[in-house]
């Protein structure tokens, strides 16, 4: 699986790198804890991949036990009894729909700060995170997570920073839910996640690239640990466009033998802190315990600082501190065999780990999905459609009845089919007294219930699953009023209400954790280049230290991204250019005119020119002037 995600960013200021160096089997608690995490969530994993079985048109692969002890698929069990399993899939409609709903109302990020002094800053960053978006194809990425969040009713994402794709910069990763491990939850907010870690497969020259740090010698380490790995013969053993090396996944064992198994660890963990007070600043933060020696080396460098000076001790600004307990993301690499590859702190400045995630809905600690509460209706559509195809199939249809004492000489019984098939055969014969006449036999065996009972099942799909034919643009019957049609599509969107908010919960958490990572790594002019003009006449004032210290001034909203949104605002700043109320030039610069760009460029040229013109006229004016007056010229204004 090629998988980007593993890559952790440089150090920040709560965390640290490895040093290069033997490599350690150590905290092998946590990689226990880790593997628990993982097996305790295997029966979401059957879950899951019954519910995309089902989703994609596997829907006969249940496996059933017959009466003499035997296992077999649903699939086999109907073939044996010399049927079709024969399905008809509502389920991938449905999933279908909902996804052009989501695809219907698109959304982007809006920074809204809450000083309205500030909202230049806010337009400052909402660029950036806009930007974000387009570099990652969010919007793509975001419609396939959604068919994930229907099927499984979890959805991960990973956000990160690092070089690829020939630039550094603020990466977004869609992880698979069968890779991913975590601690048992119950607040649906996911506040109480103490554990979370993701099972990677890498070439053996990434996990050197990765893990070596420069060191040679860690690189013979680390080849040595995966001495197995063969980069020479990995491409033969692809198995490509299929599930069975995701579904067969195993914690400690690669999916690939060829590959590398690193086991990401992210763990919250106590230790104790001094929560410090700096009185010459105002600023307060925590150190470790471990560091009490070095604050008080600070206070006693002001003091001396003060008795030099001439200033009272008493009045002299310290570090005040206080004993705690606070709690630190920490995260951790291992190889199946243990091997510590890499740990530290968080380098994240929000201090959380990378991912984000939603499990739905989770009641009790239980996830349902969307797709889960149908599967029954569509199982019993697929038995009634093979049940009438085999009563349809085993009736008498069209069955010859021919006497046997009325069959014409020289003709034979195969003779007598034979033109009976025909459109114009013809059968030429003198019936015998008191002998019954050929007769055919067409027998209606639908007529057993089965079309009504499927006919309420596909009633009762639409009802449980709350995705109507209104909302699938299916034609109305014939005399539906409008409004009625109206109000179909309106239910539909309000059933679904609740998962899309859901949903837009996970996103909204990932644009908050995309704009802090972009605070902390945005270092130099590159808010201004990626903004623009977009970002307000102020933004170039801003540095990046006062952008990484508004997190608590700025919150993420969403707004819509839509033609008919983009046509309701055009038609708005018409009615205002109408009105005189702005100019032509705030009408392109605030519209979304797909010739706003070209055309105002055209109107600064221009009016450029006639600023020049107009410059050099009053120019030659006084020029004239001072020459008919016997006045030296002087120098003419430049243009």
Not at 17 to 27: F, M, N, Q, V, Y
Request: net charge negative; hydrophobic share 35%.
């Amino acid at each position: 699986m090629a998988n980007h995600a593993y890559k952790a960013p440089p150090a920040g200021k709560n965390g640290r790198r490895k040093p290069s160096g033997e490599i350690e089997r150590a905290d092998y608690p946590v990689l226990l804890q880790a593997q628990k995490a993982w097996e305790e969530i295997d029966h979401f994993r059957l879950k899951r991949k019954r519910n995309r079985d089902y989703t994609y048109g596997r829907q006969w692969n249940d496996r059933i036990k017959l009466p003499d002890g035997r296992v077999m698929t649903e699939e086999e069990y109907i073939r044996q009894q010399g049927k079709v399993p024969l399905k008809n899939n509502l389920i991938r409609q449905m999933v279908k729909s909902v996804l052009g709903q989501f695809r219907n109302n698109q959304t982007q990020p809006v920074c809204v700060a809450r000083d309205r002094e500030e909202q230049s800053l806010g337009e400052l960053m909402s660029a950036a995170v806009q930007y974000a978006y387009q570099h990652n194809r969010l919007q793509e990425l975001d419609s396939r997570t959604l068919e994930e969040f229907l099927i499984s009713g979890i959805c991960f994402q990973k956000i990160g920073y690092g070089y690829r794709r020939g630039k550094t910069d603020v990466w977004i990763d869609e992880i698979n839910p069968n890779r991913i491990f975590f601690n048992a939850m119950e607040d649906s907010r996911h506040w109480d996640c103490t554990l979370i870690g993701e099972l990677h497969d890498m070439t053996i020259a990434e996990v050197i690239s990765r893990f070596a740090f420069g060191s040679r010698e860690r690189a013979v380490q680390l080849r040595n640990i995966y001495s197995e790995a063969d980069t020479e013969t990995a491409r033969h053993n692809f198995e490509n466009l299929t599930t069975r090396s995701v579904d067969r996944l195993d914690f400690y064992m690669p999916s690939v033998p060829e590959m590398c198994r690193v086991i990401e660890v992210w763990k919250l963990e106590s230790r104790e802190a001094l929560n410090c007070h700096d009185f010459a600043s105002g600023e307060y933060y925590s150190l470790p315990a471990t560091e009490a020696k070095v604050v008080e080396q600070e206070n006693e460098a002001r003091k001396r600082a003060a008795r030099e000076a001439g200033i009272a001790e008493e009045s002299v600004p310290l570090i005040e501190t206080e004993w705690g307990v606070e709690q630190t993301w920490r995260y951790r690499f291992f190889s199946p065999l243990g091997d510590l590859l890499d740990e530290g702190e968080t380098p994240y400045w929000h201090g959380e780990h990378p991912y984000v995630f939603k499990l739905y809905p989770l009641v009790d600690g239980e996830v349902h999905a969307f797709v889960e509460d149908v599967i029954d209706q569509q199982r019993y559509i697929n038995r009634l459609i093979t049940m009438i195809d085999f009563i349809m199939g085993s009736s008498a249809k069209g069955v010859l009845l021919f006497p046997e004492d009325q069959i014409p000489d020289g003709m034979t019984i195969e003779d007598i089919a034979d033109e009976w098939t025909k459109y114009n055969g013809i059968i030429l014969f003198r019936p015998r007294p008191g002998s019954p006449m050929p007769q055919q036999i067409a027998v209606n065996a639908t007529q057993v219930g089965a079309y009504e009972m499927l006919s309420l099942q596909m009633r009762l799909f639409e009802d449980i699953s709350g995705v109507h034919g209104a909302m699938q643009g299916k034609a109305p019957n014939s005399g539906t009023p409008a409004s009625l049609y109206s109000q179909q599509v309106q239910y539909s969107s309000t059933n679904l209400l609740d998962l899309f908010e859901s949903f837009k919960t996970f996103r909204e958490d990932r644009d908050i954790k995309i704009m802090k990572t972009i605070q902390q790594f945005y270092t130099d002019a590159r808010y201004q280049t990626i903004a623009g003009s977009s970002a307000g006449k102020d933004a170039s004032t801003y540095t990046p230290a006062e952008v990484r210290n508004t997190e608590f001034d700025l919150s993420i909203a969403e707004t819509l991204s839509t033609p008919a949104l983009r046509l309701a605002s055009n038609e708005f700043l018409m009615e205002l250019f109408r009105g005189g109320k702005i100019s032509l030039e705030m009408l392109l610069e605030n519209g979304s005119f797909p010739f706003a760009d070209k055309l105002l460029q055209s109107i600064r040229q221009s009016q450029l020119e006639q600023a020049q013109a107009a410059s050099q006229a009053q120019a030659a004016a006084l020029a004239a002037q001072a020459g008919g007056q016997g006045i030296p010229a002087a120098n003419p204004p430049q243009g």
